[in-house]
């Protein structure tokens, strides 16, 4: 643990030594007095220094809470063999006990996560497909309605035969009668 503590040091102190060369910073002004000896620290080197403890906290709370963290969802094995059930009993996606007890034990799930992961899936994934069916369809059924009540909504295009020519002298006579 020390081995890994002494690696993190050094890299900070790295950083640290980076970031005052990119600053321009030296441990001496320019008439060569020491500006530690001093006491003096420039304010760059304090806005610094903060920025970086403040980073280093953030690693550092970064590194101890990712292992003690909790798995968000299932394990994706799992997931996989729920919702292929899930699909292949489209028209009916409610798994009966047995059914449960079945893909609790191919998903190394209990049956209540089973089951709540059913009932999620349900509204998450399946509700959603089949509205969007529903619409699909209905918006289908108006139009091929409408295509039948009225067919002046139907955009055609003329056929050359059907076109009359008119004649210049045709349009006159009717516009001065």
């Known amino acids: 643990m ?3 503590f002494r690696c ?10 980076a970031m005052s060369q990119a600053l321009g910073e030296r441990d001496e002004d320019n008439r060569g007095v020491s500006i530690a000896a001093r006491g003096e620290t420039p304010r760059l080197r304090l ?13 550092m709370s970064l590194v101890e809470a990712h292992p003690w963290r909790p798995q968000r969802g299932l394990p994706e094995r799992a997931v996989t063999a ?8 489209f028209l009916h996606p409610y798994p009966s006990d047995v059914d449960k007890h079945i893909l609790a034990r191919q998903s190394g799930l209990s049956r ?3 089951s709540n992961w059913f009932i999620n899936a349900r509204v998450r994934l399946w509700k959603p497909m089949i509205e969007e069916m529903y619409c699909e ?3 289908g059924g108006e139009e091929q309605q409408m295509d039948i009540i009225n067919p002046m909504f139907v955009d055609t295009k003329p056929d050359p035969d059907q076109i009359i ?11 001065t009668k």
């Not at 729920?82 to 009993?89: S, V």
């Open 2 to 4: 020390s081995r890994h």
């Open 8 to 17: 993190l040091k050094d890299g900070l102190v790295g950083q640290i030594q």
């Open 47 to 59: 806005l610094d220094q903060a920025l970086r403890q403040q980073k280093s906290y953030r690693q």
């Open 82 to 89: 729920l919702r292929a059930w899930l699909f292949e009993h």
């Open 112 to 114: 209540s996560q089973v």
């Open 137 to 139: 369809e209905t918006r």
């Open 165 to 175: 020519q008119v004649e210049p002298e045709s349009l006159s006579s009717i516009v």
